[in-house]
């Protein structure tokens, strides 16, 4: 039962550069999460933006959420190589008390 | 010093053979849950548990089982009837079931 899907499923650039994934959803949320799973690790909540939020920011991180294309951003900006890992977006559409994860987004920050 | 932990980090089984993968938070967290992730792929749900003594099968409970005895208990045995166990296993929890999960460490389960 997937419901968010990140796009693309991996991703390179150079360290320093901005580094933008996406997160497309099927049904009307509540909420959306992002995660980070550094290899072989447990995933890291990132952020939770409200459907009544159109964007929240976290240190070098932002999140945007559209709900009338049913989709969010996670932009990390000054990307550094502590930031290469897994990003996940959860979302809680299906309503049955627990969230769902997407299969995430591989970022590789090149030195 | 509050969390949610894992044990063991690697497990090696035979085929064959059940084994139970511990986890336990000290979060007071009313909600917990297993996750199989294969390499390269997302997390899925295997059981989960909103409350003491209920849980609820995910997508993928055939050939696992759990119990929730304890609020800050919630083993997983991995039974001789998952056809491919070899995995690595993740526990969360969270205060309810649309909030934020805090994730343990994992325990990568080697079955041969």
């Known amino acids: 039962s997937q419901q968010g899907e990140e796009d693309p499923q991996a991703l390179s650039i150079q360290e320093g550069e901005n580094a933008t994934m996406n997160c497309s959803y099927k049904?009307?949320?509540?909420?959306l999460q992002w995660y980070r799973q550094n290899s072989g690790r447990g995933l890291v909540h990132l952020i939770l933006?409200?459907?009544?939020?159109r964007e929240k920011h976290s240190g070098r991180l932002r999140v945007t959420l559209d709900t009338s294309k049913k989709s969010s951003s996670l932009l990390i900006t000054a990307s550094r190589a502590a930031d290469t890992a897994s990003y996940f977006c959860?979302?809680?559409?299906?309503?049955?008390?627990?969230?769902?994860f997407g299969k995430g987004t591989r970022l590789h920050i090149l030195p | 010093d509050g969390g949610i932990t894992q044990s063991p980090k690697y497990l090696f089984r035979k085929e064959g053979q059940n084994v139970t993968l511990s986890c336990e938070q000290n979060?007071?967290?009313?909600?917990m849950y297993w996750y199989r992730q294969d390499p390269g792929q997302g997390l899925r749900l295997i059981y989960y548990?909103?409350?003491?003594?209920?849980?609820q099968k995910g997508d993928i409970a055939e050939g696992y089982s759990v119990s929730r005895e304890k609020k800050e208990s919630f083993p997983l045995t991995v039974t001789s009837a998952q056809k491919n166990p070899t995995a690595f296993y993740l526990c969360?929890?969270?205060?309810?079931?649309?909030?934020?999960?805090?994730f343990g460490p994992g325990t990568r389960l080697t079955v041969t």
């Open positions: 049904t009307s949320i509540n909420n």
């Open positions: 933006i409200r459907s009544n939020e």
């Open positions: 548990s909103q409350i003491v003594n209920d849980f």
């Open positions: 969360a929890s969270s205060y309810g079931g649309y909030d934020e999960q805090y």
């Open positions: 979060l007071n967290h009313d909600a």
């Open positions: 959860a979302t809680d559409a299906n309503r049955d008390d627990k969230i769902i």
